[in-house]
């Protein structure tokens, strides 16, 4: 590739480059750079929102960089307050190092071990003594950390900052320096802290690192990142047939994100799908696509096959009343998500129903329903409230 194909290949997905013209310029120099993102081994299990990044450290290593994935061992036990409105209890060792051995065999279902350095950030910090850590310390001043929206937020609330939550940044921006990272890899709501690696680096005469910061992928709700510790989260290590029923709960506008930001696709492709098939039947093979990437494809057919018997069709009499639409619920093809609950007998009035959509307990055809008006494209469709069912079939 040319340099300026290189730089449109790297620059796709990504929220934010800092700075362009510098990466431009080390790609120019014609050695494989070094580019590492870090993990805290918080949880046993990686999951999707994981991969959005390991995706993009698959760029950088399928054009020949050397990529490093970080396992934060030592950061881990501080935890990364980033978003917390409380302090983070630490981890112990023992939990961290279970994790940490769950990592090393998951990322191989991105990035190629033969091309991947494992590194964890113990092997220097875990030496460092007092006398070194107060001379860390002293390269960054508490008013920069402070600058940091969360940090920030909770100094103006009166909420409690402990004084292990400020070396964090400055910890993981200290590993950027004993790597020599050239790029660093992370969320968006990690810019702060790659943006202290930048400052460390220059302060050890070392050509600072480019930041590349990339979109956070939303969990299950819709809502929220996705997270282990919300339970909003589809881990990549889980059984094929709980991974596909997961992805059939996601919303359809969070199923255009997911195929754009875990999948080939682009712009371009996905709206030709959108013409092409219905939400639905994109949303199944957006859920073949990630089960086929995680397992195989033995397995996505198989679970595709398990989830249209047990859900789509569920044979359980006693669960499932068919029932017709009455006009009434129909406005300009779009249906009154609150008329049809109270109208099929899964709300005692309109405004029980605004309750429960509000409340997130409505899923027509597995995708929660958020708004009183919902698309409607014809044909059946299944309307689940709780654990109460119906389906509904076009009158």
């Not at 390991?54 to 290593?61: A, E, V």
């Not at 400020?166 to 004993?178: A, N, R, T």
């Not at 009499?317 to 099929?344: F, H, N, Y």
């Amino acid at each position: 590739m040319t340099i300026d194909e290189q730089m449109l290949h790297l620059r796709k997905g990504l929220s934010e480059l800092i700075r362009e013209e510098e990466l431009r310029e080390r790609l120019n120099e014609g050695r494989p750079l070094r580019v590492k993102a870090g993990f805290d081994p918080t949880a046993p299990d990686l999951h999707l929102g994981h991969i959005v990044l390991l995706r993009k450290m698959r760029d950088f290593q399928d054009l020949g960089h050397k990529v490093i994935f970080l396992i934060g061992d030592m950061t881990g036990m501080i935890g990364d307050p980033t978003g917390r409105n409380i302090t983070r209890p630490p981890m112990t060792r023992e939990d961290i190092a279970r994790n940490a051995e769950t990592y090393k065999t998951q990322v191989f279902k991105i990035l190629d071990p033969k091309e991947t350095e494992i590194r964890f950030n113990s092997e220097w910090l875990g030496r460092m003594g007092f006398v070194d850590l107060v001379r860390l310390c002293s390269r960054y001043t508490v008013a920069r950390i402070l600058e940091r929206d969360d940090f920030s937020k909770r100094y103006k609330d009166g909420s409690p900052i402990s004084l292990h939550e400020l070396l964090y940044p400055v910890s993981q921006g200290y590993d950027s320096v004993k790597l020599h990272c050239d790029v660093e890899l992370g969320g968006t709501d990690q810019k702060f802290n790659l943006l202290v690696g930048r400052a460390l680096q220059k302060d050890f005469g070392q050509p600072p690192q480019i930041v590349a910061t990339t979109p956070l992928l939303e969990g299950l709700d819709g809502v929220n990142k996705m997270s282990k510790s919300l339970g909003n989260y589809i881990g990549i290590a889980e059984p094929p047939e709980i991974m596909f029923r997961k992805i059939m709960q996601i919303s359809d506008d969070l199923m255009y994100r997911y195929y754009l930001l875990l999948t080939e696709e682009n712009e371009v492709s996905i709206d030709g799908l959108k013409r092409r098939l219905t939400p639905m039947a994109m949303k199944m093979g957006l859920g073949r696509l990630l089960v086929t990437q995680f397992h195989s494809k033995a397995d996505a057919e198989a679970a595709e096959q398990r989830f249209d018997r047990e859900v789509r069709h569920k044979g359980t009499p006693q669960d499932m009343i068919e029932t017709k639409l009455e006009g009434s619920v129909l406005a300009q093809g779009s249906l009154r998500v609150d008329k049809l609950l109270v109208q099929v007998g899964l709300a005692d009035s309109v405004s029980d129903a605004v309750r429960k959509i509000k409340a997130g307990s409505v899923h027509i055809n597995q995708a929660k329903v958020l708004d009183l008006l919902h698309v409607y494209e014809g044909g059946d469709m299944l309307i689940r409230v709780g654990r109460n069912w119906r389906r509904i079939r076009e009158g």
